[in-house]
């Protein structure tokens, strides 16, 4: 599988949250912006490690490290992208409604865009400042991004920058 950057995205200081992923340019809704590979690894490898906070789980003895911006996009509850579980160890970055060039990309640690059960960090809702807390208390400390559905095969990948 060849996988290639995006020329849609970059890397700058996120308000409040430190480093955040922006896009460069506008992407559509339904756009998938990023496709990165996973390097996976058993969770005992990054239990205390400052890389920790920056894992997905991939089953509930191994984590994984993404890599291009993967490991990079900001939680949101109110996210405008998410990701999905692809092919040959990679995670698909899909645009939930249109971005606007200079918008930061944000995506749910929860998985599924919807859900606001707790994380374990105070989240700065769109770099406003503003303090967003999910239901119930968080319990874990590694910040663990769960494993999200596999890519719809109905939908159509569309790549921007590419």
């Known amino acids: 599988m060849k996988l290639t950057h995006s020329d849609a995205l970059e890397v700058r200081k996120s308000p409040g949250k430190g480093r955040g992923v922006f896009a460069r340019k506008d992407i559509k809704k339904g756009t998938t912006f990023e496709i990165v590979p996973l390097i996976v690894f058993d969770n005992a490898e990054c239990e205390g490690a400052k890389m920790a906070t920056y894992v997905f789980e ?10 291009g911006y993967g490991s990079l996009y900001n939680h ?3 996210p405008n992208a998410r990701y999905y579980d692809g092919k040959q160890d990679t995670k698909e970055f899909v645009a939930l409604r249109d971005i606007k060039a200079g918008e930061e990309i944000t995506v749910n640690y929860n998985g599924n865009p919807k859900k606001k059960d707790a994380v374990d960090f105070q989240v700065i809702e769109n770099g406003n400042g503003h303090v967003a807390k999910g239901k119930g208390a968080a319990t ?23």
Do not use: H, N, Q
Not at 58 to 64: C, E, G, M, P, Q
Not at 143 to 157: E, G, L, N, Y
């Open 58 to 67: 991939w089953t509930k003895k191994t984590s994984a490290i993404a890599l």
């Open 76 to 78: 949101s509850f109110e």
């Open 140 to 162: 874990v400390r590694k910040v663990k991004r769960t494993v999200p559905a596999k890519t719809p095969s109905a939908r159509k990948s569309r790549s921007a920058g590419k």
